[in-house]
């Protein structure tokens, strides 16, 4: 960390800025200049924080000179990190599609999901059981039955499994279920507590990115994760509010080449709730894939006119064939592939 003293620094100030340094087992490098003092911290400045240095008397900025996120960094693991979901790569070569309804509505719906999540080539599947909805009077989800539903569609397919969770108290049953990815979703990115405990579990994590987070707070929730022991995490970018309202978020596609910079992990792309519209999902899927996404997270439902939740922003299963066509022609395009 740089420590900038201000141009009236008095000796004092600068000595008790050094003691503070030296205090966390850093040690200070003084460099006095003909206006002004730097002080160099050396060691592991994470343990410093610059907002207490900036309020000593005498100190004008406090800069981190290092990315405060570690593990997730690419800085300290330069090759991309492929993470294995039953036999399912996503983060190297292959770009993997993961499809499927909102929610879990019925055995009859998951059946048919499950039929055409298969039919269309897609290897995940996805589909919520507990639902974080903005109004407590709408559907909250069909729950721990929904779970049983979905494990019993998913498993007649052989298609593993991608879920929310909300609350670290479900956490066992997730377990129970053999849940293949739990989905962080955007309301519970910050939830710090949830992110702990999903850290000491040996399941892979969709962290999807908070609707108005920054790219570094949503590399320091990953962190969260990665703190507790769990390496397998998956960012998702879902959209983020702006001023425009034509559409329910804005895709940050730019997010994407950022993300793969910053950090080794896989970066995935949920075009449905970006959009917000069944129209808009075939565009932004391409433009995500062809930005450097690893993969998709599509919402698709049987008979999209009668979904429970979303039901807007659903595509139906002829529409998802016809995508992961067009998806397969740009993969290849760009030297990658979809299985
Ligand atoms: C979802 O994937 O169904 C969902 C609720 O997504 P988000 O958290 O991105 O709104
Ligand atoms: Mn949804």
Redesign the pocket.
């Known amino acids: 960390m740089i420590i900038v003293m201000s141009n009236v620094a008095t000796e004092e100030q600068i000595e008790s800025v050094i003691k503070r340094i030296e205090e966390k087992g850093l040690e200070a490098n003084v460099s006095r200049g003909t206006e002004r003092t730097v002080i160099g911290a050396i060691g592991d400045e994470r343990s410093l924080d610059p907002e207490l240095l900036e309020s000593l008397p005498g100190v004008e900025q406090a800069l981190h000179i290092v990315k405060p996120y570690k593990i997730v960094a690419r800085e300290w693991h330069k090759e991309d990190t492929v993470i294995d979901i039953q036999g399912n790569l996503i983060g190297g070569k292959q770009i993997q599609i993961i499809s499927g309804p909102?929610?879990v509505e019925t055995p009859d719906q998951m059946e048919k999901s499950a039929k055409a999540v298969k039919a269309a080539g897609v290897r995940l599947m996805?589909g919520?059981a507990f639902?974080?909805r903005t109004s407590p009077y709408t559907f909250q989800g069909t729950g721990v039955e929904g779970l049983e539903m979905f494990r019993k569609a998913a498993d007649k397919e052989g298609l593993p499994i991608v879920t929310?969770l909300m609350d670290a108290r479900q956490l066992d049953t997730f377990m129970k279920y053999k849940v293949d990815v739990i989905?962080i979703?955007?309301?519970s990115m910050q939830n710090f507590e949830l992110l702990k405990e999903v850290g000491k579990v040996n399941v892979p994590v969709i962290l999807?990115r908070g609707?108005s987070a920054t790219i570094s707070e949503w590399l320091m929730a990953a962190e969260y994760i990665a703190a507790g022991g769990n390496h397998n995490i998956i960012f998702c970018e879902?959209g983020i509010r702006t001023f425009e309202t034509y559409y329910r978020n804005v895709l940050d596609v730019t997010a994407i080449p950022v993300l793969k910079k910053e950090t080794h992990l896989p970066v995935i792309v949920?075009p449905s709730?970006a959009g917000g519209k069944a129209w808009m999902v075939a565009a932004l899927s391409r433009a995500a894939i062809a930005a450097g996404a690893d993969g998709l997270?599509v919402?698709m439902h049987p008979n999209p006119c009668e979904a429970w939740c979303?039901a807007d922003q659903a595509i139906n299963p002829q529409e998802l064939i016809s995508l992961m066509a067009e998806l397969r022609g740009i993969a290849k395009v760009i030297g990658r592939e979809i299985l």
Do not use: A, F, I, V
Request: glycine share 10%; net charge positive; hydrophobic share 10%.
């Open positions: 909102c929610s996805r919520g639902k974080p929310e989905q979703g955007t309301r999807k609707m879902r949920d709730h997270l919402e979303d």
